[in-house]
């Protein structure tokens, strides 16, 4: 069983829609958690970066973290043909043997069409 | 401030062939991570250096190694290539508490 499970898709929404996107993972020391935006043949962009539990808002998207449920979440609103893309959830220990780790999900391949 | 950079960009090796990549990270950033991507696999951590020490390391067979200079400037050397090597090869660089910033990645393909 992998440590960070995340439905690959791929996803095909309308422009305007809203995006959901989920990770779960069986690792209980992660603490932090990020969302990364890769686009065809680039390398990954960081979308959102957040520590432990909450919630945290970016312009059209939010990033939820639910630690009781090892459960995190990406909200993208009135989603546009520009934001189609891979997008791959990251988490990481605090340090000690974890130094400079993220450990990936498979990625979600998403199309917005106009 | 200029992100991470990765030369060459493009790769074309043969088996039994070894490589060496490059990365320079952003100005200031100490920590440089390597991670290996494929179709099959997603993204898989190969290693990790801060200060020229490496601090962390994959599931990886010792063909696969690094290094870090003084500047943070990082080398990975992959030696005696084999076709599974094939892959996007990304570097990350990071400062103290942040996360990791990634370069653009260097596509190695091996025939």
């Known amino acids: 069983q992998k440590e960070v499970e995340q439905d690959p898709g791929p996803l095909s929404v309308p422009e305007g829609a809203i995006v959901s996107l989920n990770c779960t993972y069986s690792?209980?020391?992660?603490?932090?958690f990020m969302w990364y935006r890769q686009y065809s043949r680039k390398g990954p962009e960081l979308l959102m970066y957040?520590?432990?539990?909450g919630n945290k808002e970016d312009g059209r998207f939010t990033a939820q973290v639910d630690k009781s449920s090892k459960y995190i979440s990406l909200f993208i609103r009135d989603s546009q043909p520009s934001d189609s893309a891979t997008y791959l959830c990251?988490?990481?220990?605090?340090?000690?043997?974890?130094?400079?780790?993220?450990?990936f999900g498979q990625g979600t391949i998403l199309t917005v069409h106009p | 401030k200029a992100g991470v950079t990765q030369t060459p960009r493009y790769l074309i090796k043969t088996r039994g062939q070894q490589v060496t990549l490059s990365c320079s990270p952003i100005?200031?950033?100490?920590?440089v991570s390597w991670y290996q991507q494929t179709p099959g696999q997603g993204l898989q951590f190969l290693f990790e250096?801060?200060?020229?020490?490496?601090?962390n390391k994959g599931n990886f067979p010792g063909r696969f190694s690094g290094r870090q200079f003084s500047n943070s400037r990082s080398e990975m050397n992959v030696s005696t290539l084999e076709l599974g090597d094939s892959a996007l090869y990304l570097c990350?660089?990071?400062?103290?508490?942040?996360?990791?910033?990634f370069g653009p990645g260097t596509r190695l393909t091996v025939l």
């Open positions: 957040t520590y432990s539990s």
């Open positions: 250096y801060f200060s020229e020490t490496q601090r």
């Open positions: 100005s200031g950033h100490r920590s």
């Open positions: 990350a660089s990071s400062s103290v508490g942040d996360t990791q910033y």
């Open positions: 990251a988490m990481m220990n605090a340090g000690g043997t974890s130094y400079g780790k993220l450990t």
């Open positions: 690792n209980s020391a992660f603490q932090y």
